[in-house]
Every structure is written in C-alpha cells, then in structure tokens.
C-alpha cells in the first residue's frame, strides 16, 4: 500500500470555480503535511503547511483529518494562473518525505 | 528563504557517457538531500535519500550502479548518471532539508534535464 494517495486528475474546472484535492496516507504517525505546488518541468515549490486546525491563506484553505488520516487543499475562485500539478507532502521521523502522485488542475477560461 | 541550487539545467550526451548532476544548499546545512526523476506527465519518483558522510539509501527498482550519489559534504550531493542510454532520458530534481528552524521542509533544486541520443 502507498504511505500517499492521491488523485491524479486532471481536475478541469472553469475560472471562478472551487475545487478541493484530497490525499489519504496510511501511517497514523506521519507528523508534518504540506502541499507543494509543481508547474510542467519546473520544481515543486511550496504552497502551504497543514495543520489539525486548518489554514488559510487568501484563496487557499489547507486541512488535516488525523482521524480519517487525509488532507485537503481548497482552492476558491480560481485563476488561470492556479493551473498546475499539486502535490501533497507527509513527514515520517522529521526526515522521511513521501509525496502524493499529484493532482493536476486544470482551469479553463 | 533557504535556496538548492542545482547544474546543470541541461545536459544533452551520446548514449555511454556518464552525466554528473550537483546539488547544492546555498545558505544552509542540509544534513538530508533526495534525489528524484520525473518523466513526462508522471508523477515525481523517489530514486534515493542521501545523508551526508554515508551510503546513499537506494529506492526499489533503482541500481545503485547506475546512479551513484555521493553527499561528501553538508552543502554538496552529486547524482552521476553512469553509462547513460536513451531510457534514461528525464527531468531529474534534488531537494534538501535541514535548514535552521525549518527541518522539515524541503526545498527543490530547479531541476536538469537530461536527453540522451
């Protein structure tokens, strides 16, 4: 079983929309999640910690569910700019990464 | 913010050349770097975690021989891809973690895209 799940997409949505990503991990230990943000052929950057009590930041609501183990990332109103793939991170043992497969959105005008 | 910097951004060789990519952390230690590759439109793929002064920790289904990682130094990894042939054509990525205050996080080189013909 993979310690990060995640669908791949693509999410195809028009300008305006919210979209909300989830990714499941499997290890109820994992202690630090991230979403990271990757455009074609350029390095993940990234987007955002999650954390149990959520977190904002301008259009982008980042969630954590310890007890169903996944993560979300919202996006509203979303841009043309917003197009890319979305990553999500977990920490195992403050120095084991595992990485979601990615999410790939989509935004039409 | 804390900064990888990674060279070459691309590399075009003969199919038996060996290909070396450095990866390094600009104004940090970092006392963990990965190595990754990416082909296109799929996702990215863990190849090896490499902790300075030891033997880098190899991934399932990737020969050590083939890439060899060395992390000589809390600044420096090196990924060379030995006896490059076409199939091993792809965007290949390191990140670091380590910096003060933020260990967790990683931070990505920008990247080399390597072409073998």
């Known amino acids: 079983r993979k310690e990060v799940e995640q669908d791949p997409g693509p999410f195809n949505v028009p300008e305006g929309a919210t979209v909300a990503f989830n990714c499941t991990y499997s290890?109820?230990?994992?202690?630090?999640f991230f979403w990271y943000r990757q455009d074609c052929r350029k390095e993940p950057k990234l987007l955002m910690s999650?954390?149990?009590s959520g977190n904002e930041d301008g259009r982008f609501t980042a969630q954590l569910n310890r007890a169903s183990q996944y993560i979300s990332l919202l996006i509203r109103d979303s841009k043309l700019s917003d197009s890319a793939t979305y990553l999500c991170v977990l920490v195992y043992n403050f120095n084991k990464f595992y990485f979601g497969s990615g999410t790939k959105l989509n935004v039409k005008p | 913010g804390a900064v990888v910097s990674q060279h070459p951004s691309w590399v075009i060789c003969k199919s038996g050349t060996s290909v070396k990519i450095e990866c390094r952390s600009l104004d940090f230690q970092a006392t963990t770097m990965f190595w990754y590759r990416q082909f296109p439109k799929q996702s990215l793929m863990l190849m090896a975690t490499s902790n300075e002064g030891s033997k880098a920790t190899y991934e399932q289904g990737v020969e050590k021989d083939k890439f060899l990682i060395n992390h000589a130094s809390l600044t420096l990894s090196t990924l060379t891809v030995t006896s490059a042939h076409p199939e091993d054509s792809s965007f290949y990525i390191c990140s670091a973690s380590g910096a003060r205050g933020t260990n967790e996080k990683l931070f990505f080189g920008s990247g080399t895209q390597l072409s073998v013909l």
């Open positions: 290890n109820s230990a994992s202690q630090s």
């Open positions: 999650v954390y149990s």
